[in-house]
C-alpha cells in the first residue's frame, strides 16, 4: 500500500483547504483511514478517521470545521478544513490501517498546513 498525500499550502485565518490521500497497491482489507497531524514541538495527533463502513470520527479542536470523506472509486480520502486557524498549522499525515501488526499500518509522506495572516 503506498499513500499519496497532497493539497496542502498557506491559507489565512478563516480560510479552508482540501486534502486529498491517494491510496494504491494492495488496497483490500484496508479497515480504517485517518488523517493525523503533527506541529513542531508537538507530538501527532489523530485529526479525523473515517471505517471502510463509512463511520468517522473527530478530534474534538476539529469538530464542526472538519470533514473526512472517502471516494472508492477513486481510491482517495478527503479532508475538507473549513474555518482554519493558526493552531492547525502543522503537517499533515494520511494513514491507512489493516491489521494491528506494524507492517499493517502505512503512513504517507505528509503535507504541510500552514494558517496565517
Known amino acids: 500500500v503506498q499513500l499519496q498525500a497532497s493539497g496542502g499550502g498557506l491559507v489565512q485565518p478563516g480560510g479552508s483547504l482540501r486534502l486529498s490521500c491517494g491510496v494504491s497497491?494492495?488496497?483490500?482489507?484496508?479497515?480504517?483511514m485517518a488523517w493525523y497531524r503533527q506541529a513542531p514541538g508537538k507530538q501527532r495527533e489523530l485529526v479525523a478517521q473515517?471505517?471502510?463502513?463509512?463511520?468517522?470520527n473527530y478530534a474534538d479542536s476539529v469538530k464542526g470545521r472538519f470533514t473526512i470523506s472517502r471516494d472508492n472509486a477513486k481510491n482517495t480520502v478527503y479532508l475538507q478544513m473549513n474555518s482554519l486557524k493558526t493552531e492547525d498549522t502543522a503537517v499533515y499525515y494520511c494513514?491507512?490501517?489493516?491489521?494491528?501488526?506494524?507492517?499493517?499500518?502505512?503512513w504517507g509522506q505528509g503535507t504541510q498546513v500552514t494558517v496565517s495572516s
Open positions: 494513514y491507512a490501517y489493516r491489521g494491528d501488526s506494524i507492517r499493517l499500518q502505512y
Open positions: 497497491g494492495s488496497i483490500f482489507s484496508i479497515k480504517r
Open positions: 473515517i471505517t471502510d463502513a463509512g463511520s468517522a
